[in-house]
């Protein structure tokens, strides 16, 4: 089992319990952008709507569960943890918030195609609002090329408009001009 195949596992256990989920992040950045490697997958849950015991039940052999919830900065939420042991693949399930954000993004998520199986991700205008948003607390490189990288690839297609309301909400509508005057270059 792969990288993809860990992901796609999780993202089995979760469907099989009927929960309610995004994947963001990275993969969400790499299926809209540039793709670039990658250690994890992030992925937003509905926890009203899981099974939380049942879930970590389910994940099979090769799994370990991290049962603790765990406070993560950048993000400023909570999350569990749980890695695929042979391929050191780890899933962070970041509980949805009611922050208007998270719960904007939460309700646009999109069904695509991914490794064979309809799964729901977020779409490209809520990964490059979130990564700004991560690029501003963070400082970290990796989420300003992953907004670049969507840009270019999706830029006839994005829903402009929102993506400058949320930039604008948030603080990051500098960073955004910034990034986006890379394309004109």
Partial sequence: ??????????????????????????????????????????????????????????????????????????TATHRYIVEHRPTLFRAELFLLTDDPFDRARFARRVKVEFAGKQVAFSTAEDAVVQKLHWLQRSGNQKHREDVLGILRLQHSSLDWDYVRSWADRQGTRALLDEIAAELDG
């Fill in 1 to 74: 089992m792969n990288e993809t195949g860990a992901a796609m596992a999780v993202v089995a256990a979760l469907e099989e319990l009927g929960a309610e989920y995004m994947i963001s992040g990275s993969f969400a950045s790499n299926l809209w952008g540039s793709p670039r490697q990658t250690q994890d997958v992030d992925i937003v849950i509905e926890i009203k709507s899981l099974d939380l015991g049942a879930f970590f039940d389910r994940l099979g052999v090769g799994f370990e569960a991290d049962r603790q919830l765990r406070f993560e900065a950048v």
